[in-house]
């Protein structure tokens, strides 16, 4: 992996992209990569990279990434649609 890596770096440098050009592309890369293997589940994808959710959401807006487009489809129901059984209802 290591030759590889600087193989690319070595591409990239002779190719004129920037510092901060390859940091931005490998960032975006890296990022869209964990959250599509979470299905765009931002929380799991956060806990995997190591940072904070809201540090995960401000750097997805930052880098202009479209994490919405990744999720698989399903949410869970919003609370107000939820049902309480009646072999689970709160002990007073």
């Given at each position: 992996?290591?030759?590889?890596?600087?193989?690319?770096?070595?591409?990239?440098?002779?190719?004129?992209?920037?510092?901060?050009?390859?940091?931005?592309?490998?960032?975006?890369?890296?990022?869209?990569?964990?959250?599509?293997?979470?299905?765009?589940?931002?929380?799991?994808?956060?806990?995997?990279?190591?940072?904070?959710?809201?540090?995960?959401?401000?750097?997805?807006?930052?880098?202009?990434?479209?994490a919405k487009?990744?999720?698989?489809?399903?949410?869970?129901?919003?609370?107000?649609?939820?049902?309480?059984?009646?072999?689970?209802?709160?002990?007073?």
């Amino acid at each position: 992996m290591r030759d590889q890596l600087e193989a690319l770096v070595v591409h990239m440098f002779r190719s004129g992209i920037t510092y901060s050009e390859g940091v931005c592309e490998f960032k975006k890369k890296f990022i869209l990569t964990v959250l599509q293997d979470c299905n765009g589940n931002q929380c799991k994808a956060a806990r995997l990279l190591g940072m904070h959710r809201n540090t995960l959401s401000r750097t997805i807006a930052d880098l202009k990434l479209d994490a919405k487009g990744l999720r698989d489809g399903t949410r869970r129901p919003p609370r107000s649609v939820h049902t309480i059984h009646p072999e689970k209802k709160a002990v007073r």
